[in-house]
Each structure stands twice: as structure tokens, then as C-alpha cells.
């Protein structure tokens, strides 16, 4: 990490993104594309997919931005993030994938927010955040990382049809449709990930 001096700046043109996941892997790349030439990926390099271990989304994404670093010999750049209810003490957090279970089930997920919710003693008005951790590490072990937000609340039944995962469920601040009723465009203008992509340029890449 940092401590008090000032953040080490990504130079090169080659930046390993630390996933096997091509969707992901291609949204980063057209966000880094006017400051990094090549993406290669875990995937593509065959780089072993360490186990998430951590207990903070910053932590798991700077595990897994240190293995492929360390791996390849090259920059690597690596995400964390998930849903985190306020109710719920921060669950499903950084189990967000986990609760859709290996059928990657999110109506079953959504489902058992709803009904975590019911039960807890004091709701919170229902606030929640998406939380998207980014961390780029290098070869030597050093890490830069940032953390975005987006804030919001619940709301159940499940509505609409774009995006993936939690996103029927979540009103972001200042709306009144769900993430999932948002059009991408305007869901990546305020998204959690956008909000972290543009602490880690205006850092590491500008
Ligand atoms: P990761 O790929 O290990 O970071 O897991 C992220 C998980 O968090 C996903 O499987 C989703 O469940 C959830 N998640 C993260 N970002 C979003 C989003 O923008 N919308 C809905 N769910 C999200």
C-alpha cells in the first residue's frame, strides 16, 4: 500500500487483468483502452486462480492482482466487489457470488436478502451499497487500490431486466427504477465500478 508517499504511477503498455472472466477482462480493457495497449488476461496466460482468502473486498482484490503479478512478471490489475446491506452487518459482501450458489442462482440470492432482511431486528431503512474494489499490483509486491461506492437501497419484488446479479433489487441514490431497470449507459455513468475506475486513473494511469 501507500503509506505516506506518493502513489506509484502504472508505465508500459502491457497490463495483465487478473480474471478468468472474458465479460469482465473486456470492460476493463475498454475502460484502461487510451492508456494501456495490451490486456492480457489470467485466462489467455494460464495464470493459477488463487483462492479468495481475504475478509475485505480490498484484500481479495489485492491477492489476486499480487498472484498474477508475481506469475507473470508483468503489472496485473484485479477487481473485488459485491452488494453490502446495512442491516446485514455488510452480507452478502464479499460472499456476494457465493450466496447464488454453484448454479450462480440470483433470484435464490435475491431471494435470501429479502428474507435476512424480515428477520433482522432493525432494517436500516433498507441501505445498501455496491462496493467495487480495485487493486494494481506489480511484479516486486508493491499495490496500488481504490475502493468505489454506490449507495442506495432495497427494494423487493425483483424488478427489471438489464444488468446481472443484485441489480433488480438495488435503487441507487438520486432514482426510482432499479440497476436493472437502468440502461447500461447510464447504470456505468453511476455505477459502484465507475466510481472506483476513475479514483484508479485520476492515480495510477493519468
Ligand atoms: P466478484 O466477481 O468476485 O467480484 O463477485 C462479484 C459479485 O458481486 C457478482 O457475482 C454479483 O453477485 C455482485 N455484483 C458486483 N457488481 C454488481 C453489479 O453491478 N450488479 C449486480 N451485482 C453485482
Known sequence: MTGG????????????IASHNKGKVREIADL???YVTRFPSAGE?????????????????????RAAATASGLPALADDSGLWVDALDGAPGIYSA??????????????KVRRE????????????????SLALAWPDGHVEAVEGYAHGRLSFPPRG??????????????????????????????SHRADAFRQLVAKCFE
Not at 508517499?5 to 495483465?16: E, I
Not at 424480515?118 to 451499497?129: L, M, N, T, V
Not at 435503487?171 to 437502468?182: K, M, N, Q, R, V
Open 117 to 132: 432482511l424480515e428477520g433482522a431486528a432493525d432494517r436500516k431503512g433498507d441501505r445498501a451499497k455496491f462496493v467495487c
Open 32 to 34: 484502461l483502452g487510451a
Open 45 to 65: 496466460l494460464d495464470l493459477p486462480e488463487p483462492e479468495e482468502t481475504e475478509t475485505t473486498f480490498i484484500g481479495n482484490a489485492a491477492l489476486k492482482a
Open 161 to 190: 431486466t438489464k444488468g446481472f446479479g443484485y441489480d433488480p433489487i438495488f435503487i441507487p441514490d438520486g432514482f426510482t427504477c432499479t440497476y436493472a431497470e437502468l440502461e447500461p449507459d447510464e447504470k456505468h455513468a453511476i
Open 5 to 16: 508517499t506518493a502513489p506509484r504511477r502504472f508505465a508500459g503498455d502491457t497490463l495483465v
Open 98 to 111: 457465493r450466496w447464488a450458489g454453484p448454479e450462480k442462482d440470483f433470484a435464490l440470492a435475491m431471494e
